[in-house]
């Protein structure tokens, strides 16, 4: 009972979702400024990116970590980063689009918290094209990062369900919200250490639809993969209730080395 009244409450505020997109996108039509300066460009500019912008963009390209997709220095000797050789993963492997710095920053804060959800689109259109160049096939269905409830109330949207919406009409991959629910409010990550991080996300999450994930294999969507804490704890749960692999894809990452 209790699992259905939530799984009603996530389908309805995902139908919601998508008729205030509909509508600002009605409103705001995509294509006519850049995303990040806000000048005017035309509207076949790719991601909606003046040239200068787009250019801008630290793409991740070369040697990157065979686990955790961070990029790694061409002389760095081998294939996965410090953090990865000493660590223990349920996701296969993870890769994200370009490396966080202060412009990417800008695109994820402007639509997380400046709330131009427009933007997210932008990023999935980013994101289905690295997913196209990566070696990751063969997937089910995309399941985004779940906000708590509370702090999805607060912010008014998840972020990365707007993006694994739209990314999953780009693909034509099926996108599953009901299956991953977030159990824990957690306190914000961005000034913890990577121990307190795995502590503090410990139990955060649940799988409340076992026969909807068991052998698919699972794209997880998320903005930011800083540490790999909560892609992790995501990853585990969907693996222990049953589920194929699962990939991670992120629009932005650091590095370790």
Known sequence: MWSSKIRCSIEYKK???DYWDTFLNFIYPRNIYCIICNISIDNDEKYSLCSKCRASLQF???????????PLDEEYLLDKCHQCINSEYFYTNAISCMEYDDISKKIIYDLKYSKKRYISYHMA?????????SDIKDIDLIVPVPLHRQKERERTFNQSYLIGKYLGKMTDIDIDVTSLIRVKNTMTQNRLSREERIENLKDAFKVIR???IKDKNILLIDDVFTTGATVN???RVLVEKGAGEVYVLTFATGRNV
């Open 233 to 235: 704890e995501c990853s």
């Open 125 to 133: 259109e980013i994101m289905r094209d690295i997913f196209a160049k």
């Open 60 to 70: 991740i390209e070369g040697k990157i970590c065979i686990k955790c997709g961070k």
């Open 210 to 212: 076992d026969d909807n």
């Open 15 to 17: 139908i919601l979702y």
